[in-house]
């Protein structure tokens, strides 16, 4: 089953503007991770956050967490057509079975 | 350097009939994943190898579907009597160790996966 759910399913945005998704998730986390995927290819690993951290920078990427809430989100700052991609948190419940949401897709028009 | 490379990149397949789908996980990774995922959907997990130790096989269908993985490298994932519920495109990814339960965590390397069609 899912355990991550991000939100929402879809964003456009222009180029140079900012986009944040969001990913919740029901169950006591060990970390939770983001990654990319590129249409037609495999994900590729962004960012990792553990439970005992609230926030990670990496270059344009900004990452949150809250326990408390169950949620995190991605900001992605100074977007570019390269950004276009679907975007998945993974939670990381204590085992070794990463749990995917369904994803957000992110469109970057030019 | 070289990631996970997995085979073919596309199958096209009758229903019925059985497919093998490869993965060459990266170099000296000691555990190996292999994920299923459907369109527009998330990862579904399928199993886990680590290493020698017995795999985890409890995110698989049914028994229609097997996985070996020999040696601790290459891991073959089996579908028998394909369905054309099975149509997915079936990722695997290898990690240098589990991902959880240390406290040390590693991320998964994704190969590009299989788009697996069954008519």
Not at chain 1, 6 to 25: R, V
Not at chain 2, 3 to 25: A, F, H, I, M, Y
Request: charged content about 20%; hydrophobic content about 25%; aromatic content about 8%.
């Amino acid at each position: 089953s899912q355990q991550g759910e991000e939100d929402p399913q879809a964003l456009s945005i222009q180029e140079g503007e900012n986009a944040t998704m969001n990913c919740s998730y029901k169950t006591s986390i060990n970390n939770l991770q983001w990654y990319r995927q590129n249409s037609g290819r495999g994900l590729v690993h962004l960012i990792l956050i553990r439970s005992n951290e609230r926030e990670k920078h990496s270059g344009r990427l900004r990452v949150t967490l809250d326990t408390s809430k169950k949620s995190s989100s991605l900001l992605i700052t100074a977007s570019r057509a390269a950004d276009t991609a679907s975007y998945f948190c993974a939670t990381d419940g204590y085992d070794y079975k990463l749990s995917f949401g369904a994803g957000t897709t992110v469109t970057v028009r030019a | 350097g070289a990631g996970v490379s997995q085979s073919p990149s596309n199958k096209v397949t009758e229903k019925g009939k059985d497919v093998e789908l490869r993965c060459d996980p990266i170099s000296g990774h000691t555990a190996l994943y292999w994920y299923r995922q459907s369109l527009g959907q998330g990862l579904e997990f399928l199993i886990y190898f680590q290493g020698n130790s017995a795999p985890d096989k409890s995110g698989l269908p049914s028994d229609r579907f097997s996985a070996e993985r020999t040696g601790g490298s290459v891991s073959t994932l089996t579908i028998q009597r394909t369905q054309q519920e099975d149509s997915a495109v079936y990722l695997c990814a290898s990690s240098p160790r589990p991902t959880s339960g240390t406290g040390d965590n590693s991320p998964l390397h994704f190969g590009n996966g299989t788009r697996l069609t069954v008519t």
